[in-house]
């Protein structure tokens, strides 16, 4: 069975990895592409909810973490990394939470 992690999930895991408290769109990009790649070489049905539309979803349904930078090129989060570990990472199994986390780490 394919599962599905949704954008929220995906920014949490990005930011939490980056230095700083945002991460451009096109390194947010650059991770998306090499999770799913990290899924693929692992054999996890796993599917990644990356689009405007789902990155404006998450914007409105969890405005209290996240928002777009002033200049539009990059998403910032407004609370301290911890509270978005314990709100977004917790609910991914081991086997995702882990190749999730490989995924970020982009050359």
Do not use: Q, W
């Not at 998306?32 to 796993?46: C, G, L, M, Q, T």
């Amino acid at each position: 069975m394919c599962k599905y992690i949704g954008m929220e999930y995906f920014a949490a895991a990005s930011l939490i990895t980056c230095t700083g408290d945002c991460i451009s769109f096109a390194d947010l990009k650059k991770k998306e592409i090499n999770s799913v790649k990290r899924f693929k070489d692992n054999n996890i049905a796993a599917v990644i909810l990356y689009s405007d539309y789902y990155t404006r979803e998450m914007l409105m349904n969890f405005s209290d973490c996240f928002e777009i930078s002033d200049d539009g090129k990059s998403l910032k989060t407004i609370v301290p990394k911890n509270v978005l570990i314990s709100r977004f990472l917790s609910y991914l199994s081991p086997e995702i939470l882990k190749t999730l986390m490989d995924g970020m780490k982009v050359a």
